[in-house]
T-cell receptor
Framework: AAGVIQSPRHLIKEKRETATLKCYPIPRHDTVYWYQQGPGQDPQFLISFYEKMQSDKGSIPDRFSAQQFSDYHSELNMSSLELGDSALYFC?????????????FGPGTRLTVT | GQQLNQSPQSMFIQEGEDVSMNCTSSSIFNTWLWYKQEPGEGPVLLIALYKAGELTSNGRLTAQFGITRKDSFLNISASIPSDVGIYFCAGPMDSSYKLIFGSGTRLLVRP
């Protein structure tokens, strides 16, 4: 079965640079979630979109923004990168009308800021 | 805010042994999800629970939604080396769909 696709899988940036992470949800899924996972930590919710509109917001820095496009893929834009932004970034998707809104995660993008 | 307390933090067991881990919260959850994460990979959904008292199996995995709706348990029977990973419980926060995760149980299996 098709899974969530994330690109790139690895990204190395310098401080103050910008980064764009992409997420392609499972076909027919209309909701996308972004999570950040630091080393040895559990995933922390950043932001989500349903039908191209922001549906929830977590502890996402103002330097980050995201959007969902008409084909349901999503992009997380990160500016003025800081060393502390180094983490695994996961995208998850779900179908809004499925019971429990079960979220399926992608393989993640490992961002390293030097 | 809502928090999920997961225990134990880690387990190192012999292949073939059964494993049990749990997750508790001071808040009520309407859904409990159990994920497994391997190094450098995304969490993989193992089991989803929707009703208090519900007991659901997925192969050698069995999970239960606690009657109080404030806890959940995951059991793995006859563990094998490929069970190695971090197991997270998760639930939707504050009547929304954003997930809050437990701190994880790291499972190591000795062949």
């Amino acid at each position: 079965a098709a899974g969530v696709i994330q690109s790139p899988r690895h990204l190395i940036k310098e401080k103050r640079e910008t980064a764009t992470l992409k997420c392609y949800p499972i076909p027919r899924h209309d909701t996308v979630y972004w999570y950040q996972q630091g080393p040895g930590q559990d995933p922390q919710f950043l932001i989500s979109f349903y039908e191209k509109m922001q549906s929830d917001k977590g502890s996402i820095p103002d330097r980050f923004s995201a959007q969902q496009f008409s084909d349901y893929h999503s992009e997380l834009n990160m500016s003025s990168l800081e060393l502390g932004d180094s983490a695994l970034y996961f995208c998850a998707s779900s179908f809004y009308w499925d019971r429990g809104h079960e979220q399926y995660f992608g393989p993640g993008t490992r961002l390293t800021v030097t | 805010g809502q928090q999920l307390n997961q225990s134990p933090q880690s387990m190192f067991i012999q292949e073939g042994e059964d494993v049990s881990m749990n997750c508790t919260s001071s808040s009520i959850f309407n859904t409990w999800l159990w994920y497994k994460q391997e190094p450098g990979e995304g969490p993989v959904l193992l089991i989803a629970l929707y009703k208090a008292g519900e007991l659901t199996s997925n192969g050698r995995l069995t999970a239960q939604f606690g009657i109080t709706r404030k806890d959940s348990f995951l059991n793995i029977s006859a563990s094998i080396p490929s069970d190695v990973g971090i197991y997270f419980c998760a639930g939707p926060m504050d009547s929304s769909y954003k997930l809050i995760f437990g701190s994880g149980t790291r499972l190591l299996v000795r062949p």
